[in-house]
């Protein structure tokens, strides 16, 4: 059973920077970072496979990195040139399966960090 803790988020203008990391309690085939502002439907920021594979949504592209050192088991989320409309609740997910991964079907979920540009 994988446990997720995530840190890092909080308030920053328009154009500023934040981090986001996401620490799992033990191995997960992928993380994902899932977001949620408030009367939106959740959505996927980005997807990171523990042999190093990366997939953004287009809204992120080009903004946000994700990384991780699996060492540490942690997964990063560095997000750039933020935006209001990137305010949201901010979740990391895993999974126990890689098929689970591609199908996009998560049962391990962060406590969740806000995100807040201005």
């Known amino acids: 059973h994988v446990q997720l803790v995530e840190s890092g988020g909080g308030s920053v203008q328009a154009g500023g920077s934040l981090r986001l990391s996401c620490v799992a309690s033990?191995?997960?085939?992928?993380i994902k970072w899932f977001r949620q502002a408030p009367g939106k439907e959740r959505e996927g920021v980005g997807i990171?496979?523990?042999?190093?594979?990366?997939e953004y949504a287009t809204s992120v592209k080009n903004r946000f990195t994700i990384s991780q050192d699996n060492g540490k088991n942690t997964v990063y989320l560095q997000m750039n040139s933020l935006q209001p409309d990137d305010t949201a609740m901010y979740y990391c997910?895993?999974?126990?399966?890689?098929?689970?991964?591609?199908?996009?079907?998560?049962?391990?979920w962060s406590q969740g960090t806000q995100v807040t540009v201005s």
């Open positions: 997910a895993a999974t126990d399966s890689l098929r689970d991964c591609v199908s996009s079907q998560f049962n391990h």
């Open positions: 990171i496979y523990y042999g190093g594979k990366i």
């Open positions: 033990t191995y997960r085939p992928c």
